[in-house]
């Protein structure tokens, strides 16, 4: 057994490369203005479930993926793995599993406190998005990854660090001028036989990704203030 040291891993870390950080200081106005810019674009974001099948190049979803990637994780072990799916055979496929989950979620599952804060948002068992929008991409977790000694170990932090990565991909994909929804079917373990990925694969969310659909709604919902989102501890 070798027994690792505070000396060893300090060796290991003199050992790892470093470069320089790419970094310039912006002047203050311009950090106002792009900070004012990014929040009016963001504040556009909805979230819908009407797509238009209309096509989507692959490259825009190749780099909302590549956009994700570059989330930090822990370790930078990068325990992700998007799967961009716009066969409309498999589409089915996962509509067909994710709908006949869902059906026994909302018959059987759902509590009262989750039915309740759905309610307004027009939610039900048929996910036609699944087929609609011509990109479906599945985010997985990595629970596993090889080490350097060819021996299994583990990620850490996947959760947190897959969550930052789902957001970016949804800043990325609103950002191009596209809309996406983070659609949870649960138990998501079909998507992993469906997919074909390896047990250490977690799914967690579907994002189908296109344009809306010409008469695409969403709900009237308002966002929560700062004050309410919020707490600034000052001198």
Known sequence: MRLITTDTIVCCMQDK??????????????????SKQ????????????????????????EDA????GTAPSGAHLQPWTFVAISSQELKEKIRKAA???????????????????????GTDAVKAHLTDAPWVVVLFRQSKRIR??????????????????????????????????SHTPSPMGFLREILNRPEHEHAMLVLPVGYPAENAEV?????KTLDEIAIFIED
């Not at 989950?101 to 406190?113: H, L, S």
């Open 65 to 68: 993926i590549l956009c994700g």
């Open 99 to 121: 709908e006949a989950e869902e059906r026994k979620t909302y018959q059987n599952r759902m509590p009262d406190a989750w039915r309740e804060v759905l309610l307004p948002l």
């Open 17 to 34: 490369p470093f470069v320089s950080l790419n970094w310039n200081e912006l002047p203050m106005d311009e950090m106002k203005h792009r």
């Open 38 to 61: 990014l929040l009016g674009v963001m504040s556009s974001r909805r979230t819908t479930r009407h797509f238009s099948s209309r096509s989507v190049p692959k490259s825009l979803i």
């Open 219 to 223: 709900p009237d919902l308002q966002r």
């Open 148 to 181: 350097s000694n060819g021996e299994w170990g583990p990620t850490y932090y996947g959760n947190e660090s897959c969550g930052i990565a789902a957001g970016m991909f949804i800043h990325a994909i609103h950002n191009m001028g596209l809309v996406t929804l």
